[in-house]
């Protein structure tokens, strides 16, 4: 909002109404017991302490960016634990074939994981 000099600029960020930004901004001077932001009709800008703040923060806003644009990555690649267990004569006879040809597959996915368990049980 500061550096866009008003919340309807600020609030054209997907999923931000000017209106969460300006309850978020409130909530934030409450908490602080300080305005951080001098408000008119038609603009606004930084207080002294809102200044201070902004020097002090938004240096940190790029890696949280960078973290949460990674996160968002990870949501669209497969990840996680596999665990089989299976009869020793199963595991033999239908999973290490199906397991060979998808040999290729895991070295794609580093986050996957397979885990294999097999006993001496009849079935």
């Not at 994981?113 to 079935?123: D, M, N």
């Amino acid at each position: 909002m500061a550096r866009e000099g008003s919340f309807t600029r600020a609030a054209e960020c997907p999923g931000v109404t000017q209106s969460a930004l300006s309850h978020a901004m409130n909530g934030l001077e409450a908490r602080l017991g300080r305005h951080l932001l001098n408000r008119s009709t038609r603009s606004v800008a930084p207080t002294e302490a809102g200044e201070r703040h902004l020097r002090i923060v938004a240096p940190q806003f790029e890696p949280i960016g960078v973290e949460l644009r990674a996160l968002t990555e990870m949501r669209h690649r497969p990840a996680g634990r596999i665990r089989i267990a299976a009869p020793e004569h199963a595991a033999e006879t239908v999973l290490w074939p199906v397991l060979r040809d998808l040999r290729g597959l895991l070295p794609a996915y580093p986050e996957i994981t397979v885990e294999i368990e097999t006993s001496q049980a009849r079935t």
